[in-house]
C-alpha cells in the first residue's frame, strides 16, 4: 500500500500542537495561541505544509458553529433577557463611536466617507469564536462578565446584516428587496424562536426518549440539530453561529444536554481549533514583515479603542470599573466577520488590494495577541475573575 501524501502533514500538525501546546501551558496561556501560531507555522508563508486554505477554512468554519452551538445549551435565557439593553444599546453606541473615531482619523488622510463607515465597522466587531473559548477556558462563562460580552457578541452578529446592507450600496447603489426581505423574515423567526424558549422554559424534543441509550443515533441527531439551524440561518442570509447559538438553547430547554455534550465535545475540541489554525493560516509573513509598522501600529491602536470604548459603555451599565476594563480588554480584538466586511469592501472597490491584505494582516495579528492582551489588562488592574 502507498502511504497517503496527507499522513505525513496530518502526524505533523498533531506534534506541533502537542509541542506548541505544552510550551504555552507553562507560561499558562490558552490553547487558542498554539492553535494560532501552528496556521502561521504550517500555512503557505510559512513551512507550507498545507496550502488549501480554503478547505481548511470550510472546516474550520464549523469550529465557530460548534463553539455557539455548546455556548447555547449553557446559557440561562433568564440572564440573556436581563443583559437586552446592554446588548442593543451598547452595541449600537459602540458601533457609533468607532466609527466616529475612524471618521476623525480620515480627516488627516482624506478619506472617503465610504472607507470611514466600512473601518468602523470592521473594527467595532469582536471575536465570538476568541472570546467565548477564552471565557470557557477561565471557567466565567456564566459569571456577570461573561453574560455581559456574550450578550454583546449576539448583538453584534445580529449587526453584520445591516453593516453588508450598508456596505453593499456602494457597490450597486441598490439593495436586493428580496435578500432584504429574507433577513428581516429570518430576524423575526429567530427572535419568535428564542422567545418560545425563554417562555416555554421546558421543551420536549421528537423521539428524544428512543435515543437515551442509542449513542450512535444521539451523535447524528446532536449534530443535526446543530447544523440543521446553522444551515437554515444561514439560507435567511444570518449568521450560521446564530442558529447553532439557538439549537443549543433548545437543547438545553429540552434537558437533554448531557448526552449532546458526551457525544459532540471531542469534534468541538477538533473543529475549534482547525478554525484557528485557518485564521493563523491567513497571515501573510512577507506582507507582514514588508508593513510591520503600519501593520503593529494599527493593531495596537484597535486594542485601545475596542478596550477603552467597551469599557466606557460597560460602566454606563452596572459594572464596577475593574470588570469593565477587563471586559473590555476582553472585546478588544477585531472579530472573524471582519473578514467578510473586507471582502465586500474590497469587491465594492471601497479598498483596493493593498488595503483589503493591510485589513487581513491587522484582523488576524489582533486575534493572535488578544489572549496576551486581556492577561496584561487583568494584571494591571489586578482583577480577579
Known amino acids: 500500500m502507498h502511504l497517503d501524501p496527507f499522513m505525513p502533514q496530518m502526524v505533523s500538525i498533531i506534534f506541533i500542537v502537542l509541542a506548541l501546546g505544552f510550551i504555552l501551558k507553562l507560561f499558562h496561556q490558552p490553547h487558542v ?8 507555522v ?5 513551512l507550507s505544509l498545507i496550502t488549501d486554505t480554503d478547505t481548511i477554512a470550510r472546516l474550520g468554519a464549523a469550529g465557530v458553529v460548534f463553539l455557539l452551538f455548546f455556548v447555547g445549551m449553557e446559557t440561562d435565557p433568564k440572564k440573556l433577557v436581563e443583559n437586552w439593553k446592554l446588548a442593543i444599546f451598547g452595541t449600537l453606541f459602540q458601533i457609533i463611536l468607532s466609527v466616529t473615531f475612524v471618521w476623525i482619523l480620515g480627516l488627516f488622510f482624506h478619506w472617503g466617507i465610504e472607507r470611514v463607515i466600512l473601518i468602523g465597522f470592521v473594527i467595532s466587531l469582536s471575536s465570538t469564536a476568541i472570546v467565548i473559548k477564552l471565557l470557557q477556558d477561565s471557567n466565567t462563562l456564566d459569571s456577570k462578565v461573561g453574560q455581559g460580552a456574550l450578550a454583546i457578541l449576539l448583538a453584534q452578529d445580529l449587526a453584520i446584516i445591516p453593516m453588508l446592507i450598508i456596505i453593499g450600496l456602494y457597490q450597486t447603489d441598490v439593495v436586493e428587496n428580496a435578500h432584504v426581505g429574507r433577513q428581516v423574515i429570518g430576524s423575526i423567526a429567530a427572535a419568535a424562536l428564542l422567545a418560545f424558549i425563554i417562555i416555554k422554559k421546558e421543551v420536549h424534543i421528537p423521539l428524544a426518549k428512543w435515543l437515551k441509550h442509542d449513542h ?7 449534530l443535526g440539530i446543530c447544523f440543521g439551524l446553522s444551515m437554515l ?12 447559538f439557538l439549537g443549543g438553547m433548545l437543547i438545553g430547554a429540552a434537558k437533554e444536554t448531557q ?8 469534534l468541538k475540541v477538533l473543529f475549534v481549533a482547525l478554525f484557528f489554525i485557518s485564521v493563523g493560516m491567513m497571515l501573510d509573513l512577507d506582507f507582514l514583515m514588508a508593513n510591520w509598522l503600519q501593520v503593529v501600529s494599527l493593531v495596537i491602536a484597535a486594542l485601545l479603542i475596542n478596550t477603552f470604548i467597551n469599557a466606557g459603555i460597560l460602566k454606563m451599565s452596572d459594572f464596577s470599573w475593574k470588570e469593565s476594563i477587563y471586559t473590555g ?3 478588544s480584538q477585531i472579530g472573524e466577520f471582519s473578514f467578510v466586511l473586507a471582502a465586500v469592501g474590497k469587491q465594492s472597490n471601497i479598498i483596493n488590494g493593498y488595503g483589503y491584505q493591510l ?13 496576551l492582551w486581556l492577561t496584561s489588562c487583568k494584571k494591571m488592574i489586578n482583577y480577579k475573575a
Open 259 to 266: 448526552w449532546v455534550h458526551h457525544n459532540l465535545n471531542s
Open 329 to 331: 480588554a476582553l472585546l
Open 233 to 244: 440561518t444561514a439560507w435567511f442570509e444570518l449568521s450560521t453561529a446564530l442558529g447553532a
Open 33 to 40: 495561541i498554539a492553535y494560532l501560531i501552528v496556521g502561521i
Open 216 to 222: 450512535e443515533l444521539q451523535l447524528f441527531a446532536g
Open 359 to 371: 485589513a487581513i494582516c491587522v484582523i488576524a495579528l489582533s486575534l493572535l495577541i488578544s489572549p
Open 42 to 46: 504550517i500555512g503557505p508563508w510559512g
